[in-house]
């Protein structure tokens, strides 16, 4: 099965700007929708069964506390004249956090030979492009320093994807809750 570990967002009034923000926007784009909102802090690909047990395992050995982050500004992967993704970053307090959290699950699971294939970025992505619309700098300049509100991160969550014609379905194989 297709998994990635990941920080679910879940409060409703930044899942309200966010969903402004995806119809404020005019380009031709694939809005991700409001329930898969996340932060992906390790991509695992194809795992296993029985792997996934050793996941599960190892993932309930992090201890971390919750944090607060803020979600702001709109960024493009690979660049805004060749756009593929659109996403929401963060202030500098929680992306750090993340990226300490991104840490500790890759430091967890490499010995299971899963390892990130880029350095964690913390994002999230909120519309996916598939066809060749060329430079969208325009559309989002004044959109890059925007406030979404602030997100409590107090779980971690091992999920499953399963690739549909109409976009991705994921669900909850297991749930690490920060210590306190």
């Not at 380009?27 to 329930?35: G, L, N, R, V, Y």
């Not at 047990?53 to 506390?65: N, P, R, W």
């Not at 598939?130 to 107090?154: H, N």
């Amino acid at each position: 099965m297709r998994t990635f570990v990941a920080i679910e967002i879940s409060n409703n009034n930044v899942i309200d700007s966010i969903k402004k923000f995806q119809s404020k926007i005019n380009i031709d784009a694939k809005p991700i929708e409001p329930s898969n909102f996340h932060f992906t802090l390790q991509f695992l690909g194809e795992v296993s069964e029985e792997l996934t047990g050793k996941i599960i395992h190892a993932l309930h050995t992090i201890e971390f506390s919750s944090f607060s982050v803020n979600l702001n500004g709109v960024g493009i992967f690979p660049k805004p004249k060749f756009p593929r993704i659109i996403w929401i970053g963060t202030d500098e307090y929680g992306g750090n956090m993340l990226i300490q959290l991104a840490k500790k699950v890759e430091k967890v699971l490499k010995p299971l030979e899963l390892f990130s294939d880029k350095p964690f970025k913390p994002h999230i992505t909120v519309f996916r492009i598939k066809k060749k619309i060329g430079d969208i700098t325009k559309e989002l300049e004044e959109q890059k320093t925007i406030d979404f509100g602030k997100q409590i991160v107090s779980s971690i969550k091992l999920k499953k994807s399963e690739l549909m014609p109409n976009g991705p379905i994921y669900s909850d194989l297991e749930e690490i809750k920060a210590i306190k």
